[in-house]
């Protein structure tokens, strides 16, 4: 057992305090993980705000790098010393997805051990099953993968939430293809890392599309082609008009509301593809919308969880190209901060002065 630092969202809405946690050592099939860096994802934020459940006490953060430090009786994914991102959705091996040969669409929802817990004795429920807002996590080994050691890790940490949700709905769920047109509402950070996801896979054309200049400006970093900015003109329009009136082969919803869905349903060339990577609420539903249009118009209208990555395979593939410089993850940590900063950089995503706040630890 060891005690360290993590930040607690204790009740729904109030500010995170930083306490000191019970972190036991690693069971049959668990991980314990020296965390490195942890970046501040808006899922944290629905957390603390009980919009996922209301499971409190929470330990938040789960988009990390960091060094396995010990394992459990079994293990095989990983040893003491590997340097690795974890994962908040490994795959088990078991289910009908796994069975058929499809383990990114495996069925089992968290892998993770919940057996931390705060100085006296009351139980913590992880975020995403990872809780990495601390110095160190206790973690189901399948939820770490090891990758090149050489990469900088407030970078590469990223691609455990946001980062790959993003590129994975271009690559894989949206399976943009060389020479294709694809458009992106929401460029945010997961609506961002879509825009370089696209890039990758060689689309002639991405229009990114926000209500914040800064935010299209850093898409045009990462790859897009045109900005428009949906404050000032109707998206499908402009969409269409940058497409020769057709719309684009791929449009992924980077938002998830009923307007940018309906967006992008009308802003995609027939046969296109509609992917909805941004999370809705329970309470949103699908818009109006003629039902003759959804078969008159063809193609796909898919959602993409967690871009429908397989970690084993996309983690390492990213990684490497983050060190050839083929992929600019470093352009997404807009900041580093200490453990104490993580109430502070809430406050920025509401303002929109940040893609992601990532915590550094020493």
Not at 235 to 253: N, S, W, Y
Not at 254 to 274: I, N, S
Request: net charge negative; proline share 5%; with cysteine.
């Amino acid at each position: 057992m060891q005690q360290v630092k993590g930040v607690i969202a204790r009740s729904k809405g109030a500010p995170v305090t930083i306490e000191s946690i019970n972190v036991p050592d690693p069971g049959p099939g668990e991980a314990l993980v020296r965390v490195a860096t942890t970046g501040v994802c808006h899922t944290d934020l629905h957390y603390r705000a009980g919009g996922i459940n209301d499971d409190f006490p929470f330990l938040l953060g789960h988009e990390s790098a960091g060094t396995v430090e010990s394992v459990g009786p079994d293990v095989t994914e990983v040893a003491p010393g590997d340097f690795v991102v974890l994962n908040w959705r490994a795959v088990c091996g078991d289910c009908r997805a796994c069975n058929r040969g499809e383990p990114w669409y495996c069925f089992s929802t968290f892998n993770a051990t919940q057996r931390m817990t705060l100085e006296d004795g009351t139980e913590l429920s992880p975020a995403l099953g990872i809780g990495s807002f601390a110095e160190k996590t206790l973690v189901a080994a399948g939820q770490c993968t090891k990758v090149d050691p050489g990469a900088r890790a407030a970078a590469v940490g990223l691609l455990g939430c946001g980062v790959m949700a993003g590129i994975g709905a271009a690559i894989n769920t949206g399976n943009v293809k060389r020479g294709q047109s694809v458009a992106v509402i929401g460029c945010g950070g997961v609506g961002a890392a879509s825009v370089a996801g696209a890039a990758l896979a060689g689309a002639a054309r991405i229009i990114a599309v926000d209500i914040d200049d800064r935010k299209l400006e850093v898409a045009k970093k990462l790859g897009a082609t045109h900005a428009v900015n949906s404050k000032e003109s109707d998206p499908v329009e402009a969409i269409q008009a940058l497409t020769g009136g057709f719309g684009a082969d791929v449009v992924i919803d980077a938002v998830g509301r009923p307007e940018t869905w309906k967006q992008a349903f009308y802003a995609r060339d027939l046969a296109g593809t509609v992917v909805l990577v941004g999370v809705p609420t329970p309470d949103m539903r699908i818009p109006d919308i003629a039902l003759i249009d959804v078969f008159g118009r063809g193609g796909s209208l898919k959602s993409s969880w967690y871009g429908d990555c397989l970690p084993t395979r996309d983690f390492p593939m990213l990684v490497d190209l983050y060190l050839q410089g083929r992929l600019d993850l470093d352009a997404f940590v807009t900041e580093e901060i200490g453990l104490g900063e993580v109430e502070a950089a809430f406050e920025k995503m509401h303002t929109g002065d940040v893609l992601r706040s990532v915590v550094v630890f020493d």
